[in-house]
């Protein structure tokens, strides 16, 4: 789940190079910054993360390559799947192993949402 905290602030010459510095270290983090312009030369700072890629990030699989579903998936259809076919074909129709599918079923689970991601 992605969430974001906004910076109100002062707009100068600096501010765009500094958004881009602070994106360099955001990568890092798994985070990123946007700078959006006001008229009154104001602006505000965006910065969104999502938490559990921050925090695959600092643990030892932070290199590894995580199956992200670009649109959720209803948990009620991946199980009419999983009944209609096999569980290792409804995993293989998602883009994932059969193991990840379940795993995101019981985050999903405890997590009380009613998609994977």
Same mark, same amino acid.
């Given at each position: 789940?992605?969430? /974001?905290?906004?910076?109100?602030?002062?707009?100068?010459?600096? !501010? +765009?190079? =500094?958004?881009?510095?602070? &994106? $360099? *270290?955001?990568?890092?983090?798994?985070? $990123?910054?946007?700078?959006? =312009?006001?008229?009154?030369? /104001?602006?505000?700072? !965006?910065? /969104?993360?999502?938490?559990?890629?921050? +925090? %695959?990030?600092?643990?030892? $699989?932070?290199?590894?390559?995580?199956?992200? *579903?670009? =649109? #959720?998936? #209803?948990?009620?259809?991946?199980?009419?799947?999983?009944?209609?076919?096999?569980? &290792? =074909?409804?995993?293989?129709?998602?883009? %994932?192993? !059969? #193991?990840?599918?379940?795993? +995101?079923?019981?985050?999903? $689970?405890?997590?009380?949402?009613?998609?994977?991601?």
């Amino acid at each position: 789940m992605t969430e /974001s905290i906004d910076f109100l602030v002062k707009i100068g010459r600096e !501010t +765009k190079d =500094d958004v881009e510095r602070l &994106n $360099r *270290l955001l990568q890092y983090l798994g985070g $990123r910054a946007k700078l959006v =312009d006001f008229e009154d030369k /104001s602006g505000c700072i !965006t910065i /969104s993360y999502d938490e559990y890629d921050a +925090k %695959m990030i600092r643990t030892r $699989r932070a290199g590894k390559y995580h199956v992200r *579903l670009q =649109d #959720p998936v #209803p948990v009620s259809k991946v199980k009419e799947m999983i009944k209609g076919t096999s569980a &290792n =074909d409804a995993a293989k129709a998602l883009g %994932m192993s !059969t #193991p990840t599918m379940y795993r +995101k079923l019981k985050k999903a $689970r405890e997590e009380e949402k009613d998609y994977i991601q």
